[in-house]
């Protein structure tokens, strides 16, 4: 407990107040408000050698600088800017690391896109490793499935291009506040 700072009454969740949840939602708001710099900051984290003939933020930069010239709208502009940053979290689930990371913000379908577009590259590799490339046909039925199928061939896996000139991080950050401005944040779906 810090004493020049006020902090809640309660050691466990269950025993809070009122006041104290009041006195916690401004320092919620400022971490809200950071969000967008730690994005910014796992992005260019990002920018190191991994075997790719680019590294995973020109990838990233690649991707979204496709999405942006191809004039898809703001927030998938961003979600291609983005969704890989979940190699910087759990790169053995890094898809459901980054849509579960910008769900709060997304559409269901750009959610779904990033929750799932791990499994729908596979249709470019997995034969080279044993793994079924049609894996991602068990989600034919679903309302996103060809948004993901899109992404894949049109933004993703085709941005590992040394040659491609790709916008600047600089010139998606604008875009990335907007996209992640606290006002966004949605109630959690728990259904």
Do not use: I, K
């Amino acid at each position: 407990m810090t004493a020049d700072r006020p902090t809640v009454g309660f050691t466990a969740m269950a025993d809070g107040t009122a006041a104290d949840y009041a006195l916690l939602e401004p320092y919620e708001q400022a971490e809200l408000a950071r969000f967008p710099d730690r994005v910014l900051g796992w992005l260019r984290a990002m920018d190191d050698h991994t075997g790719y003939r680019v590294t995973r933020l020109e990838h990233s930069l690649q991707a979204a600088t496709r999405a942006h010239r191809a004039g898809e709208d703001e927030e998938t502009v961003v979600c291609a800017l983005v969704h890989d940053v979940g190699d910087m979290l759990a790169p053995a689930n890094h898809s459901e690391v980054a849509a579960a990371v910008l769900r709060p913000y997304v559409s269901e379908q750009n959610y779904q896109v990033l929750r799932h577009h791990g499994v729908f590259q596979g249709v470019y590799w997995f034969h080279h490793v044993g793994a079924d490339p049609n894996a991602r046909d068990r989600y034919r039925d679903r309302p996103w499935y060809q948004a993901c199928v899109d992404f894949c061939a049109y933004y993703d896996q085709n941005s590992f291009d040394p040659d491609y000139d790709a916008e600047p991080l600089e010139f998606f950050e604008p875009m990335l506040r907007r996209v992640l401005a606290p006002e966004r944040v949605r109630a959690p779906d728990l259904g």
